[in-house]
């Protein structure tokens, strides 16, 4: 875990279905962990299906890392309320970062990866990891653990750290 892998960029888009822990409604945000890092998004008020398109950004360091969303209510006179979490494995990702480069993928769109939906991950919806212009991006749908429903869609982006030529 020493050089930096590369600059993470997490776009928080929207959540679908997400559950009501005032009294109509909630007041979601996104907390977003990648190691010791940490970023939040802003409260959306009164609203179960919020759109943030928010853009978090974050160094990677770890090949095996994995991401981690905390979805929480806003609450103004008590602690915030749990709304669920969930994980992803940023691994299918690096591997296909450092495919990318094997192969020479550097205009256009290639999808070089497909992530299904099973028991072990919280991945929602076939999810794809494309190279897009040289850049490397993943769109997915992360069902909420803990809780009755919810979702949230992300977009990763995985850059390169600045003068490294695979």
Not at 37 to 55: F, G, Q
Not at 58 to 72: G, I
Request: net charge neutral.
């Amino acid at each position: 875990m020493g050089e930096p892998l590369g600059l993470l960029q997490v776009t928080v888009i929207q959540g679908k279905k997400l559950v009501i822990r005032d009294f109509k409604s909630s007041d979601p945000y996104v907390i977003v962990k990648l190691g010791n890092e940490s970023a939040k998004t802003k409260v959306i008020n009164n609203c179960l299906n919020p759109v943030w398109d928010e853009e978090l950004s974050f160094t990677l360091k770890d090949p095996a890392a994995v991401l981690v969303l905390e979805v929480f209510d806003k609450d103004r006179f008590k602690a915030d309320d749990k709304m669920g979490h969930a994980s992803l494995s940023l691994q299918p990702l690096i591997s296909v970062a450092r495919l990318r480069h094997i192969v020479r993928v550097s205009s256009g769109e290639t999808t070089l990866r497909k992530v299904l939906p099973d028991p072990e991950n919280c991945v929602s919806r076939e999810s794809t990891i494309s190279c897009i212009d040289g850049e490397v991006v993943q769109s997915v749908w992360l069902r909420l653990c803990a809780v009755e429903s919810g979702e949230i869609e992300l977009k990763i982006k995985l850059i390169d750290p600045p003068g490294t030529n695979k």
